[in-house]
């Protein structure tokens, strides 16, 4: 099993910035995705950013040029800095990791991002 405790998640007032971080533990691939889902109102869940243990990125639409994710994998763990933040990047951000070659996805519990108007 693998686990994903994710933590930085808050309020912030339009263009402010958050940075969420994601730690994962238990049986971890060395090759693997991890990454960020987001949960907003009235919409489905949508793919925010992810990157590969070896570095590679891909970005949804809505946040590229305001997102940017990272990796340790010594630590397992990834960052999400997320600036100049909009009310529609309101929602519940989840992590999530996927070895390479299979189509299981682990997933965080969530962490909740308000940014209000």
């Known amino acids: 099993q693998v686990q994903l405790v994710e933590s930085g998640g808050g309020l912030v007032q339009t263009g402010g910035s958050l940075r969420l971080s994601c730690t994962a533990s238990?049986?971890?691939?060395?090759?693997?995705?991890m990454g960020w889902y987001r949960q907003t109102p009235g919409k489905q869940r949508e793919k925010v950013a992810t990157?590969?243990?070896?570095?590679?990125?891909d970005y949804g639409d809505s946040v590229e040029d305001r997102f940017t994710i990272s990796r340790n994998n010594p630590k397992n763990t990834i960052w999400l800095q997320m600036n100049s933040l909009k009310p529609e990047d309101t929602g519940v951000y989840y992590c999530?990791?996927?070895?390479?070659?299979?189509?299981?996805?682990?997933w965080g519990q969530g962490t909740e991002v308000t940014v209000s108007s």
């Open positions: 238990g049986n971890i691939y060395t090759n693997n995705i």
């Open positions: 999530i990791t996927k070895p390479f070659g299979t189509a299981r996805y682990y």
């Open positions: 990157i590969t243990s070896g570095g590679t990125t």
